[in-house]
């Protein structure tokens, strides 16, 4: 039986960037264990011969042409910001690196 | 961390090193890679944007299908495999900088792999394997805003999401092994034929100074002859074909010297400084680094039929060696003019020179000696000097005519660089045209005779070397505007 | 005078055709029903008034100058918060929406809008559409308007209790794993998930990208079909859409109607009843079956043996989809922005981490924990890559299955609505009501939900699903029809005439 520990669902939690306090993990550790313990039912049902789905419709090659279509104006593209400075997203100071 | 440096020659007595290179191509495409914004630069922030390149929620992405043209291409020149079927990925992670927290890129099934190009350096031919070259998207662009004038005293960045979306080719080389000494040279020869290719095919600006074209450097070590690889750092973004030598070098050196001194190489990103010409550490790459990566349901598969890989292929230029050799027997270079020629960059320069009329010889010369020692006195690439090839023909066209000599020839340069016009009008403003007028220049002779007679006897007595120390007085004389071959007549016209 | 509000979507276009009404007045009878009803069912979580009434106007002026913009032109509609509506608030039901107003249209808002059909307001929904009961809306529950106590199936509860309490003739839903079906079948109402692909989801937020599907959610089939061609067919936004055109949706439902089944084969999936399946639901299922036989049709059971294991596959495929979709809630372009308590100058990722513990949701939480683990490396390939592979599994049944039978059926849900809040903190339990509405998302197939009657044991609605193979969506409408013309013909008029009249507080 999967097991999930409070300290893996904390690991998801910051890999998720959700905040969870000491009571959520409490009670999210439980009941993740048991959806896995449920779900793990499908190991071994189907062999290596069988190929995944990733796409219920089997459709390939969907390409657009590359032809400039018009864009949202900046009021539009900014009009849900919490916060807007420079006609730019103001956001909270950017830690780290990119990838 | 360690602030010692081993030597660079001492560093191959006891080790050998790896080398991978990553490189990442902005593609000239009229669209982003999903969405039909347009990839265009220095717009207004946040107006090449529209709900798909915004993350907003509900928006769906469409494959750019010149894109894939152009990833096929770039696959091909690299002489790698075509896949007949592959699929766009997410790489999930959270940054403010990309709108949806994932990027779409390929994981597994890259759109090209196993391939390789041939280097060369000194002479000597190093083959570089490519693993693979896949698409991917592009982010946006954050600033950062300091403390002042806030309420909060808080400091936060700005993000325009324009540069999000635009379609990348990431290239990615296998290990490249047994370069030795020359690992920093192979490097660099390698990014500046990627970009010579990707020039030729037309399918990026490919400039490294504007970021369409970044490499990223992989280092390792490994005890000379072990065989086992070492811990590797990623240096991100080097920007000039220099700093990727330069930057090979430094790592070295620095790898070496953490080694030695029995500590580990912390697999991490390091930043490179240009001005200083040194990494700084950067992310440490550890477990909690996951990338989730799995295939993006929002797109269908790719699977370019092979009739058109084959079409393509017939749209690529010619394979750079067989350029190399075919260009080294039109110009009539030696060996060792070729090689240093590619080496220092130039080869499509000259190529440039040469098609806007300039004689071969004389167009290597002006890049290789006068255009090259510029570049390096200010730390930029040869192609980024600030001279075109269109230029350099122009000014070569004015010696040719008579009109400037080789010295005016380089306060001319000196005149393009300030951005004081064309070559003409710069000989025109500086006053630099050669003075052809046979009276003046025959008064200066005789100046020059009457004021060194011993120096006159001698050339009477057969001496023609003597004859130098009256040229170099006329030319004083003229303020360097005079054709030194005329003077030279003219002296041992009246001497004879 | 009539109650424009009974009439269903095809007699509101006759009545419109014949200028016996106007839209404004069809789309003013719907506000004032909205007015009256929806406090206490709660169907709404907004109301536009102002522009539905605006676009019935524009739809009379059609009518008037003979230029209708389509068949159902000013007849008006509901639609579920999970589409983005311009100009108009879309919250999805979760807090970290709040107040969000899209600047664009989602591809089918724009064909309702096209085909003229005045929008009512926005329905209530499941937080992302994560649940079958529509509890875990963080704007609080939709009732049954059957019993206000109960459930009204989710994620689309809204939609259906819409439509179920006259409130809309007509409502569009989402489908990922019976969100349109198993409300339908609570509230005894109509909803069809089309194939994969044949509708657009351009402008849905996605909650799984790769069994999500917009669906009519109406009262009677007629009315499904009507709408289904306003939505259906190909749109160069969405790279999964299908090419392939539309099926005549409507003459198959006419063709349906006639309650002839003659030579239509029907499979019953052996793995789709008996154990967890409630007496009542199973009984009124039998007697679908007895009457379809009756009509003409052959019964053949069938049996999809990697059906039992559909449920655990959706919940791996469907929580690993989702946690990379719901990424982009982060506090930085739109929605919610909550700052981290005791945290002084905090960094953008303390902001996103505070804002998405209190913008989410618990079961969205759940979900997205789930979804992050079975990305993770080192259980890929246990997890989602085989739930991929059993998805696969799921497709060839269904094949093996429409070899032998025309159209599947077998129960929408397990059972009829339960009560509100008996299930909210068990989340397995809630789990069980898709089991039978999955497999159809996991392949791809359309499906419908029809009421069968009431359960004898709670006097609740209970409905029969029918399923068919991909781009044979005329199939699910020409048996569906039929099936509601013989149960009608059973009962002497629709099933919603038994529902109780709503005393509800007005809204």
Redesign the interface.
């Known amino acids: 039986m999967p097991e999930i520990t409070r300290d893996e669902v904390a690991h998801l939690a910051m890999l998720a960037r959700i905040d969870l306090d000491d009571a959520e993990l409490d009670h999210l550790a439980p009941q993740l264990s048991v959806i896995l313990d449920s779900v793990a039912s499908i190991e071994g049902v189907a062999g290596d011969d069988v190929p995944p789905t990733s796409h219920p419709m089997p459709l390939t090659n969907v390409f657009r042409d590359d032809v400039v279509v018009p864009c949202l104006t900046a009021e539009e593209a900014l009009s849900g910001a919490p916060e807007v400075e420079q006609q730019r997203f103001a956001v909270p100071r950017i830690l780290g690196d990119e990838q | 961390m360690t602030a010692t440096l081993v030597p660079f020659e001492e560093v191959l007595e006891r080790y050998d090193p790896a080398l991978g290179l990553e490189v990442h191509v902005e593609l000239n495409?009229?669209?982003k890679m999903f969405?039909?914004?347009?990839a265009s630069f220095g717009e207004?922030?946040?107006?090449?944007?529209?709900?798909v390149c915004?993350?907003?929620?509900?928006?769906?992405?469409?494959?750019?299908?010149?894109?894939?043209e152009s990833a096929i291409r770039i696959g091909l020149a690299l002489n790698c495999e075509i896949a007949e079927?592959c699929?766009f990925a997410?790489?999930?992670?959270?940054?403010?900088?990309m709108?949806?927290?994932?990027?779409t890129s390929q994981y597994d099934e890259p759109i090209a792999f196993e391939g390789w190009v041939d280097v060369e350096v000194e002479g000597e031919t190093y083959r570089v394997d490519i693993e693979r070259a896949h698409m991917e998207e592009d982010?946006g662009k954050?600033?950062?805003?300091g403390t002042t004038g806030r309420i909060?005293?808080?400091?936060?960045?700005?993000?325009?999401?324009n540069r999000a979306g635009i379609p990348l080719i990431e290239i990615v080389t296998k290990p490249i092994l047994g370069a030795g000494a020359k690992a920093p040279a192979v490097a660099r020869a390698y990014v500046q034929q990627l970009r010579d290719l990707i020039v030729a095919l037309g399918v990026s600006e490919a400039r490294m100074d504007q970021g369409n074209l970044r490499a990223d450097v992989n280092l390792s070590l490994s005890p000379r002859g072990s065989g086992v690889l070492g811990t590797r750092t990623e240096t991100?973004n080097v920007n000039s074909f220099r700093s990727v030598e330069r930057a090979v070098r430094y790592e070295m050196s620095r790898h070496a010297a953490v080694l030695d001194a029995g500590e580990k190489i912390l697999q991490e990103?390091r930043h490179w400084h240009e001005d200083t010409g040194i990494t700084t550490s950067?992310?440490e790459k550890s477990d909690?680094?996951?990338?989730?990566?799995?295939?993006e349901?929002?797109?269908?598969?790719?699977?370019?039929s092979r009739e058109w890989v084959d079409e393509l292929r017939g749209t690529l230029p010619e394979n750079p060696v067989q350029k190399r050799l075919r260009l080294q027997a039109d110009w009539g270079f030696s060996d060792l003019e070729m090689r240093d020629t590619v080496g220092a960059g130039a080869l499509s320069l000259v190529e440039e020179t040469v098609a806007a009329g300039a004689a071969p010889q004389a167009a290597r010369k002006w890049w290789l000696s006068e255009l090259a020692r510029r570049a390096n006195d200010t730390g930029v690439d040869i192609s980024a000097v600030g001279v075109s090839p269109q230029q350099v023909a122009e000014v070569q066209a004015l010696v040719e005519a008579g009109k400037i000599n080789d010295k005016l020839a380089r306060q001319v340069f000196d005149g393009l660089l300030a951005g004081e016009g064309t070559p003409e009008e710069i000989v025109a403003s500086r006053g630099l045209a050669i003075v052809s007028d046979e009276g003046a220049l025959g008064a200066a002779v005789d100046n020059a005779i009457a004021a060194n007679p011993d120096v006159a006897d001698k050339i009477r007595d057969g001496k023609l070397a003597a004859a130098g120390a009256l040229i170099g007085a006329v030319m004083k004389e003229m303020r360097g505007q005079a054709d030194a071959n005329r003077v030279r007549e003219l002296i041992l016209e009246r001497l004879s | 005078m009539t109650d424009l509000t009974r009439k269903t979507a095809a007699e509101l276009v006759d009545l419109l055709a014949a200028g016996e009404t106007t839209s404004v007045e069809v789309t003013q009878a719907h506000l004032d029903r909205i007015a009256a009803v929806d406090g206490a069912v709660h169907a709404f979580l907004q109301v536009d008034a102002d522009g539905a009434l605006q676009q019935a106007a524009a739809a009379d002026e059609r009518r008037a100058a003979a230029t209708p913009a389509s068949v159902l032109d000013g007849v008006p509609i509901a639609v579920k918060d999970v589409l983005a509506t311009r100009g108009l608030p879309t919250t999805c039901g979760s807090r970290i929406l709040e107040g969000w107003v899209p600047p664009y249209d989602a591809t089918v808002v724009t064909r309702l809008r096209e085909a003229g059909l005045p929008i009512l307001g926005k329905t209530n929904m499941d937080e992302f559409a994560m649940g079958s009961s529509t509890e875990h809306s963080a704007y609080g529950p939709t009732h049954n308007p059957w019993d206000l106590d109960r459930i009204p199936g989710g994620s689309g509860g809204g939609s259906a209790a819409a439509v179920a309490a006259y409130e809309a003739p007509l409502a569009l839903g989402t489908d990922t794993g019976g969100s349109i079906r198993q409300p339908g079948a609570v509230t005894g109402t109509i909803g069809v998930k089309p194939t994969y692909g044949s509708v657009s989801r351009y402008g849905l937020v996605a909650l799984a990208n790769s069994l999500d599907q917009v669906g009519p959610v109406t009262r009677t089939v007629l009315d499904a079909a009507l709408l289904h061609e306003i939505i259906g067919g190909h749109d160069p936004m969405d790279s999964t859409s299908v090419q392939d055109r539309v099926p005549d949706l409507t003459d198959a439902a006419r063709l349906g109607a006639s309650g002839d089944l003659t030579g239509v084969r029907i499979g019953v999936v052996k793995e789709l009843g008996g154990e967890g399946y409630q007496e009542g639901v199973l009984t009124r299922f039998q007697e679908s079956l007895d009457l379809m036989v009756k009509a003409g049709a052959e019964v053949v059971e069938v049996s999809c043996p990697t059906f039992v294991h559909a449920l655990a596959t959706y919940y791996l495929i469907l929580p690993a989809e989702a946690s990379s979709n719901l990424a982009k809630f982060d506090a930085m372009r739109y929605g919610l922005r909550v700052l981290p308590e005791g945290v002084d100058n905090p960094s953008a990722e303390e902001v996103m981490r505070a804002t998405r513990d209190a913008g989410f949701g618990d079961e969205v939480k759940r979900r997205i924990i789930l979804g992050t683990y079975a990305l993770s490396s080192g259980y890929y390939d246990a997890y989602y890559g085989q739930a991929q592979k059993v998805r696969t599994l799921v497709i060839r049944d269904f094949d093996a299955a429409f070899a032998k039978a025309d159209v599947l059926v077998s129960p929408t849900a397990p059972t009829t609505a339960f009560k509100i809040g008996d299930k909210v903190d068990d989340p397995l339990a809630m789990y069980l009501n898709d089991l039978a509405t999955i497999p159809a998302n996991l392949s791809g197939v359309p499906g419908i939900s029809i009421p069968s009657g009431l359960a004898d044991e709670d006097g609740l609605p209970a409905g029969v699903q029918i399923l068919a193979p991909a781009l044979a969506d005329d199939r699910v409408y020409r048996v569906g029809a039929a099936l509601e013309t013989l149960l009608r013909d059973q009962w002497g008029g629709p099933l919603l005439a038994q529902a109780p009249e709503l005393q509800g507080a007005p809204a």
């Open positions: 495409t009229a669209t969405c039909g914004c347009p207004e922030p946040n107006t090449s944007v529209c709900p915004l993350g907003l929620p509900g928006a769906m992405p469409v494959v750019n299908g010149k894109a894939v079927w699929r997410r790489k999930n992670y959270f940054y403010p900088d709108p949806k927290n994932f990027q982010t954050s600033t950062h805003v909060h005293g808080a400091d936060y960045s700005l993000v325009d999401y991100k990103t950067g992310r909690a680094e996951d990338y989730r990566y799995f295939p349901p929002d797109l269908v598969p790719v699977a370019p």
